[in-house]
């Protein structure tokens, strides 16, 4: 049973840290997978869901006692930076927060990290979902992860900024997506049909992929 203990450990910090930006000389390094509403990175872990830095802390500190919260120094919820992170109690951390300006970690542009602004996230919404641009694309024009671009798309991230956001294909079904692969081999444009079927280029491109 330890063995399979011991080998499970192994495998999950090897999974958990691919999903972990790589070390860039001391910056943050954000978590690339689930967001909770909270704005924090979250990951199963023994069948319970945790906040990721707390988890990235335990990895490379060891265990500690559950009284005490495991606080940023840098004020970005996604950091798994372990440089970047400390034990605290829940009066340290709410006393950090009131001399950084608040409660709440600025959040979108105010932060001090944010590579993006509100201008772009329009523009990355709207050329994802009206224009059909791939998500890769987005993510090497814009400097970030193809994960950070999913998570704006889909409207996990910068909720509060505008642009094309509804995720359109769960209203199509197998036949009209076999009647959309047809009409495009017939040369239907993606923009005409997606005026047609009343969804976005975007929905049109995936269904054309098989996606």
Not at 182 to 197: N, V, Y
């Amino acid at each position: 049973m330890k063995g399979r203990k011991d080998f499970y450990e192994r495998t999950f910090n090897e999974r958990f840290w691919r999903r972990v930006e790589p070390q860039n000389g001391g910056k943050c390094r954000n978590w690339l997978g689930t967001c909770g509403s909270h704005g924090y990175g979250m990951v199963s872990r023994n069948g319970k869901n945790v906040r990721t830095h707390r988890v990235a802390y335990e990895l490379v500190f060891g265990e500690f006692n559950v009284a005490f919260d495991v606080l940023h120094k840098c004020d970005n919820p996604l950091c798994c930076n372990p440089e970047h992170l400390y034990l605290g109690t829940d009066v340290e951390n709410q006393r950090d927060a009131a001399q950084r300006g608040g409660h709440k970690a600025k959040m979108g542009e105010q932060h001090p990290m944010a590579r993006l602004n509100s201008s772009d996230i329009i523009n990355i919404r709207n050329s994802f979902h009206k224009k059909g641009v791939f998500q890769h694309v987005l993510a090497k024009q814009y400097g970030v992860t193809k994960t950070q671009i999913s998570r704006i798309v889909h409207n996990r991230v910068w909720k509060s900024v505008g642009g094309q956001t509804s995720p359109p294909l769960k209203r199509l079904d197998q036949k009209v997506r076999i009647q959309i692969r047809l009409l495009r081999q017939q040369g239907i444009t993606q923009s005409k049909m997606a005026k047609m079927f009343g969804v976005t280029q975007s929905a049109i491109s995936r269904i054309v992929r098989h996606v």
